[in-house]
């Protein structure tokens, strides 16, 4: 899917082209080929929506003869993907040059003002050339997303597509609303290996999302190995949600998941959860319970009964040799140390646990994020809290707003990608909401809880927990199409929402993740593209 590595993309199913036949034969045609031939406009084909976009009269052709122009040495990871990206479908060579490239596809770091910031970009696409310009690379990378977007869905084949490789003109100024844009996925109650994660990837920052939260333990299974504590992984990582094989990532599996997120401009959030969700923790070493017995293994789907024993010395030995292996492993900024549904602990050894925890992530380099339960504790105003309630009320985590700390926004009856989108779907659960698209692009997360405005408001996430999803199709059957639903509200300026343009946007990419094999909703509130076919769950 758009700049997934090869090796990671499925095959394209014959049954895709052929859905996509009628679209192709369009785009064939003379009338198709002639440089003011746009059956969808530009603006209607982007998910986010840029913060600024106009059309072009040009349109421009690859053809044998296009070159990507490499404008400054550190653009060459993102230039090496657009010609990834482009190669199969069309046959062309599209050579990587450092000489300017006349008539081709260019990628430039220039000064562009502080508007655009780390992470913005200009796009520009006439009859002679396409350029895109930003101040740092990561511009550079979402910019491609955006032209891959006006790409033809079949531009996604692993083979040669007859073409032609029209690019419809447009000029576009575009950068991101809030800094943080997440992703959250729960590889503890079933896990994933790192092909998945890895897809996973793939597909959420081809929208823009720059932050993924893996939900690293949790009372069903522990998935990082550890130093010094082996039976975290041995023992507590041997299973899962209804008893199935689980498993984990050796220190080196992780730093691979780091890396290629890193090549995606996604910056990995490992959690940690505790005092409560920790079962697979307790099962694997007595001394981390306060009467020294370890229970048996947990596959259930239950929550609330496990907690760390607050006052035992080596309880915060063990966090702090966690804590301190994980920053060690991630470069990002922030270490995610749960905090949530300690119903087994009581406030005061609750306050007890953080404040000592707290510490320990500031020690090791890092800002803590938590769930928002955290905020019961007054937290220093470094700390995050992310705020997963049902209501537009909570008074601890606007207080934490008021004092300073910064606020992730993921209310699970708006966010959770794991609610079921009606009664029907099969996949997921409904305690807090069930989801269609509609629900999940209907809020502003800047204008959403009471008493935290947009000024206290770090960012977006999704979250998807796995009790019900074991593999890669159940992800995208929930994740798709509310992913990037919830990528528009982290990316798009709350200017341009508007659901009744969003959806037709978001239709715009159902022939696209047909060909690239997604197994997606279809929803009916969505007027999908032709050439989509929607999965099962």
């Not at 192709?24 to 009338?31: F, H, N, Q, R």
């Not at 406009?41 to 052709?61: H, L």
């Not at 122009?69 to 450092?98: D, E």
């Not at 923790?281 to 596959?299: E, F, H, M, R, V």
Request: proline share 8%; aromatic share 10%; hydrophobic share 40%.
């Amino acid at each position: 899917m758009g700049l997934r590595s090869r090796w990671t993309r499925p095959a394209l199913a014959a049954a895709a082209l052929a859905l996509l036949g009628s679209m192709t034969t369009a785009a064939a045609t003379p009338a198709a080929d002639t440089p003011n031939a746009r059956p969808v406009s530009v603006a209607a084909r982007i998910v986010p929506e840029p913060a600024q976009i106009s059309d072009d009269p040009g349109t421009f052709r690859i053809t044998p003869a296009t070159a990507i122009h490499l404008g400054a040495p550190q653009a060459a990871g993102v230039a090496g993907q657009l010609a990834a990206l482009l190669r199969p479908a069309t046959g062309y060579p599209l050579p990587i040059t450092r000489a300017p490239a006349p008539g081709g596809i260019s990628l430039i770091l220039d000064r562009e003002g502080p508007r655009l910031g780390a992470e913005g970009y200009r796009l520009d696409v006439t009859a002679a050339g396409i350029a895109i310009r930003a101040n740092q690379p990561a511009g550079l990378f979402y910019g491609v997303q955006t032209l891959h977007q006006l790409l033809p869905a079949a531009a996604d084949a692993t083979t040669r597509q007859p073409g032609p490789w029209l690019v419809p003109g447009a000029h576009v100024t575009d950068y991101p609303r809030f800094a943080y844009r997440g992703a959250m996925l729960d590889v503890s109650r079933h896990f994933f290996p790192v092909s998945v994660v890895e897809q996973y990837i793939d597909e959420i920052s081809e929208y823009k999302v720059n932050y993924l939260h893996l939900h690293l333990s949790d009372d069903q299974g522990w998935r990082i190995a550890i130093n010094g504590w082996p039976r975290l992984t041995s023992y507590g990582g041997s299973t899962e949600v209804g008893g199935g094989p689980g498993g984990y990532y050796t220190q080196a599996q992780y730093k691979q998941i780091v890396a290629y997120a890193q090549a995606h401009f996604v910056t990995i959030v490992p959690e940690i959860d505790g005092p409560g969700h920790t079962n697979a923790a307790l099962a694997s070493y007595a001394q981390l319970n306060c009467d020294g017995q370890a229970p048996p293994l947990y596959t259930g789907t239950d929550v609330g009964f496990s907690s760390l024993c607050v006052d035992s010395g080596i309880t915060y030995t063990f966090e702090q040799d966690v804590l301190d292996q994980l920053a060690a492993l991630t470069p990002g900024p922030y270490l995610h140390v749960g905090g949530d549904e300690a119903q087994s602990t009581t406030a005061a050894d609750y306050a007890t646990f953080e404040n000592r925890l707290l510490p320990l992530v500031s020690g090791a380099g890092k800002a803590a994020i938590a769930w928002h339960d955290i905020t019961a504790v007054d937290p220093p105003t470094s700390v995050v809290p992310e705020y997963w309630g049902t209501t537009t009320t909570d008074a601890g985590t606007a207080a934490a707003a008021a004092r300073g700390n910064k606020i992730i926004m993921a209310p699970a009856n708006k966010a959770y990608l794991d609610m079921k989108y009606t009664p029907s779907t099969k996949l997921g659960q409904n305690w807090a909401a069930y989801i269609e698209v509609q629900d999940a692009y209907d809020w502003d997360p800047g204008n959403y809880l009471q008493g935290v405005g947009e000024s206290s408001v770090l960012g977006v996430e999704a979250p998807i927990w796995s009790e019900t999803l074991v593999t890669l199709a159940n992800i995208q059957y929930l994740a798709f199409p509310r992913l990037p639903t919830i990528a528009e509200l982290g990316w798009s300026p709350q200017a341009t929402h508007d659901w009744s343009s969003f959806r037709v946007r978001l239709g715009q990419q159902g022939p696209r993740w047909t060909v690239d094999g997604m197994n997606f909703y279809a929803s009916p509130q969505v007027p999908w593209a032709p050439g989509t076919k929607g999965g099962v769950d």
